[in-house]
């Protein structure tokens, strides 16, 4: 295979709670004394050389910022319990963006020093970094002792709903705010619910725990936010929200971290990510944005497509849930492998949209209730897909590597097939992986052990020229009447899929063909390479080329002699 210049971007997502600790007591609802906690410290040069060893180029550091917690330090409290996820607490209800959780540092007291010799770690060995950016809500009990100057809703006018300079939302009334759970939050001046439910009483499905911030929009009275400045505008002209919120990254960016992935980017006004991004970038022209959104949500503020809106607005990748969803529909649902070809026609997905199959948010690939309860490899034939597909970045969850389950129940998250994000607890596999600190894997199964090496060489694979810069030509439509094209029983390409990669530049070529069926084997498998496709290769080769059998959820990739 020919060397590539260009390199792919691959993210890692670590989320620091899970990723070193080992405490194998695992007590349901259990705190930080029970059932310990990953510290930035345990973020070793052996793990994170691991790490790029697999091929990865960024490193997403999951929930560092200071959240709402029930477990108090000296100095810190902690929160209200009845606005509580869990006892850890949710690392997207932010408690001082300025600052990063003491759960995560050795010695609580110099925990940013601690995050910073992480981010120092990191660069050495040439990782770039990227943490959370949480802009659409805070928690209720949001007050930064860092930057206390640059608090929340201390100058605001809460006798308004709305008001251009509030950093809130208000509610009418002086009421007790009262929870799912029929108890009531001491909240003083009403505030709207980060997903904007503007109520004295949300619902157990509300994120009732924090609140919406402000960015100079009434969100009651539509998407429409062309009143709002634009990107060239001075600091003095914007919203006050826009001004803290630029302070925050510039914050960050000043300590090193290298880019951010935005919650809920679809919820805020596109106007202020162009102002944002375009400081940001003033500060370090490579600094990275990647938006975690969702163009169904009805709580976008755009009229346009939200994910087009994004990378128009100065990101550089947004969430592919779309992708996402239809390949789980594909698995779970039985749908028709050529029901995929619908992702090769939209070049803005395939170059720019952020492909997982796992991450914090969804199940995990080897749960017993999910992706059809097929295990470890189900993850293969999914992340082969979606990462080879297109030329996009690419995100593996920690632990998927290894075939993490995410079964059982772990207090607030209950049996649900994730990991909790909301719970004190280890990752099973993963710390057999980690080994006490090793890093070296001693405490996997064979198959585990087999599972983290095809993730690794997979991801070697992708940074190939084909792979980082090529087109893509699927090939189902010219298999549709080929015989062999089959796995078991199922009508003719029920379960396969094939598609070939090609870079003009390096004229390098792969043949990529998947079983996703989890049970057939394909027996005898030919695949037809038509004409139109030799002409788009650039290149005569075989018009049928012989793979053979491929096993249940097989993957095979073959380089094409051009």
Known sequence: MRGSAAVRTTIYQLFVRHFGNTCSARVIDGDIEQNGCGKFADITEASLRAI?????THIWLTGVLEHASLTR???????????????????????????????????????????????????????????????????????????????????????????????????????????PGGEFAAEGAGRVTGNNAATWEPSLSDWYETVKLNYGHDFTTGRNTHELPSKEAHIDEVPDTWVKMDAILAYWQEMGVDGFRCDMAHMVPMEFWAWASRRA?????????????????????????????????????VYDGDSYELVKSVVEEGRNTNDLDALLWDATRLEKMLRYSENHDEVRLCSSHHWGGHGAKMGKVVTAFL????????????????????????????????????????????????NGGTYDGGGLTEEQTALRDWYGEW??????????????????????????????????????????????????????????????????????IPKSAQEWLDAEVANRLIIGDLDPCGVTVIQLAL
């Open 52 to 56: 790029k060893t697999m091929g990865f």
């Open 73 to 179: 330090y000296h100095g810190i409290p902690a929160d209200d319990s009845v606005l509580m996820k869990g006892k850890a607490g949710s690392p997207y209800a932010i408690r001082d963006y300025f600052d990063v959780s003491a759960d995560y540092a050795v010695e609580p007291e110099n925990r940013l020093e601690e995050f910073s010799s992480l981010l120092d770690r990191c660069h050495e060995l040439g990782l770039k970094t990227i943490i959370d950016f949480v802009p659409n809500h805070v928690a209720r009990s949001y007050c930064s002792d860092v930057k206390p100057d640059l608090n929340f809703g201390e100058s605001d006018d809460s006798s308004r709903f709305f008001a251009w300079n509030n950093n809130f939302y208000y509610l009418e009334g002086d009421l007790p705010m009262l929870l």
């Open 281 to 317: 970038r003033l500060r370090y022209s490579q600094c990275y944005f990647m938006a975690e959104a969702y163009d169904g949500d009805p709580a976008k503020l755009t009229h346009d497509n939200v994910l087009e809106a994004l990378l128009a607005n100065g990101f550089d990748t």
């Open 387 to 434: 990462s080879a597909v297109g030329s996009g970045p690419f995100m593996l969850y920690n632990g998927q590597e290894v075939g993490e389950v995410g079964d059982g129940d772990e207090g607030f998250a209950k049996d649900d097939g994730r990991s909790s994000i909301f719970d004190y607890g280890s990752l099973p596999a993963l710390s057999q992986w980690v």
């Open 459 to 528: 991801f070697v694979l992708m940074n190939e020229p084909a792979f980082v810069r090529g087109g893509v030509y699927g090939l189902n439509s010219a298999n549709f009447k080929n015989a062999s094209f089959k796995a078991g029983d199922e009508a003719v390409a029920q379960s396969i899929y094939a598609f070939l990669r090609h870079d003009r530049e390096s004229d390098e070529a792969f043949l990529v063909v998947l079983n996703f069926s989890p049970i057939h084997c394909a027996k005898n498998l030919e695949v037809v």
